[in-house]
Each structure stands twice: as C-alpha cells, then as structure tokens.
C-alpha cells in the first residue's frame, strides 16, 4: 500500500505525493461527493440494501480546509462546508485517482 508523504492544497485541487513519488491530483468538490462517509454513501444494512445517503449531490465550490492523518491508512478531510465525516483510506484515494 502507497502512504502519502505530502499532501497540499494548490488552489482548488488537492495534492498527494505518494511515497513511490507518484503524486495524485483532486478537485476539492469531487473529493467532498466522494465522501465514503454514511451521510453521504448510505450504510447497508445485513442484506445489502443501501439507506440513506445522498450519492448525487452537487458540492461546487466546496473547498477542503484541512486534514488529519489517520493511523497508517486514511486521511479525515474537513470541508468548508462543514463535512468533516468519513475516513478515506490511501486505497480508496488511489481508486479515485485512477478514475480520473
């Protein structure tokens, strides 16, 4: 598993600079709809359906405003707009980096 070994904000995008020196680049706001927190995912229930949760929402202009490692395993980003739930491991960011 890559760990992050720099992780700066430049402008409206995030960036991650990985320890095998890759770097990872992400818009603030697609960072926040990507939240794998409850509130924004849903949770599941014992046979798999989905509850709550607001997948789709538009988060425009969202910016993150700080972060906090997490263990050795995720990082706990804070939102301008509040959100400050949801703990994305250096897997799922590297998932949502490939994506782009």
Not at 54 to 59: A, G, I, K, S, V
Not at 77 to 87: A, E, K, N, V
Request: hydrophobic residues 35%; charged residues 25%.
């Amino acid at each position: 598993m890559k760990r992050p070994t720099n992780i700066q904000l430049i402008g409206t995008e995030l960036a991650i600079r990985w320890d095998d020196d890759s770097e990872s680049y992400f818009a603030c706001d697609q960072l926040r709809a990507a939240s794998p927190s409850a509130e924004t995912q849903g949770e599941r229930d014992i046979l798999g359906q989905t509850h709550g949760g607001t997948p789709n929402r538009e988060f425009s202009g969202v910016m993150v405003t700080g972060w906090q490692l997490v263990g050795n395993y995720a990082v706990r980003f804070d939102f301008s707009d509040g959100h400050r739930t949801g703990l994305y491991s250096f897997d799922y960011l590297q998932s949502l980096a490939a994506k782009e």
